[in-house]
């Protein structure tokens, strides 16, 4: 049974930095895609980046800033968010593509 759980978040000022991180279980992470993805207040769920084996894509808003990576031997899922905007203000949830579960995210909130 999947489960995820994420941690890190926390409220920063623009421009600094954050790491987000994910403890998977309950299936084979090493052999998996993985996804962050995000709902800002009054908005849509939306779709940060994905990991997978031929690389790793992002949405258009956060290339050059946010990047992702994994330590497959600990079963975590990093979201490296760097040069962070108000506008990245949301709650960040990991994601196995493909499976229903979605954890309890983790808030990040920009502000000065």
């Known amino acids: 049974q999947v489960h995820l759980v994420e941690s890190g978040g926390g409220l920063v000022q623009p421009g600094r930095s954050l790491i987000l991180s994910c403890l998977a279980s309950g299936f084979d992470f090493s052999q998996n895609a993985m996804a962050w993805w995000r709902q800002a207040p009054g908005k849509e769920r939306e779709w940060v980046g994905t990991i997978q084996a031929s690389g790793i894509n992002l949405r258009d808003s956060v290339k050059g800033r946010f990047t992702i990576s994994r330590d497959n031997a600990r079963n975590r899922l990093f979201l490296i968010m760097n040069n962070l905007k108000p506008e990245d203000t949301a709650l960040y949830y990991c994601?196995?593509?493909?499976?229903?579960?979605w954890g309890q995210g983790t808030q990040v909130t920009v502000s000065s």
């Open positions: 994601k196995l593509p493909g499976d229903s579960f």
